[in-house]
């Protein structure tokens, strides 16, 4: 994954549900059939290099799945 979430993910906004999301086939295909939401939040992170700072992260989750492909999308430097 290349980091990994320290804290609580707070600010959690929906992005796409079910059919709005690019890669709901892929989804369905690699972890199951669910209702699938692209979600996103903000969070500390420690990076591979042991730097700690804040991120927006993007994941998808679905009820009974759980949440799935964390990434980080933007990088808060303080």
Avoid at 3 to 10: A, C, H, K, L
Avoid at 54 to 74: L, N, P, Q, S
């Amino acid at each position: 994954m290349g980091f990994e979430i320290v804290g609580e993910i707070t600010d959690i906004k929906v992005v796409a549900v079910g059919s709005s999301i690019r890669e709901i086939s892929r989804l369905q295909k690699v972890y199951g059939r669910g209702r699938w939401r692209k979600l996103k939040g903000v969070t500390t992170v420690r990076l591979v290099d042991g730097t700690v700072c804040a991120a927006e992260v993007h994941w998808y989750e679905a009820h009974g799945i759980g949440r799935k492909e964390f990434k980080i999308k933007r990088i808060f430097w303080e």
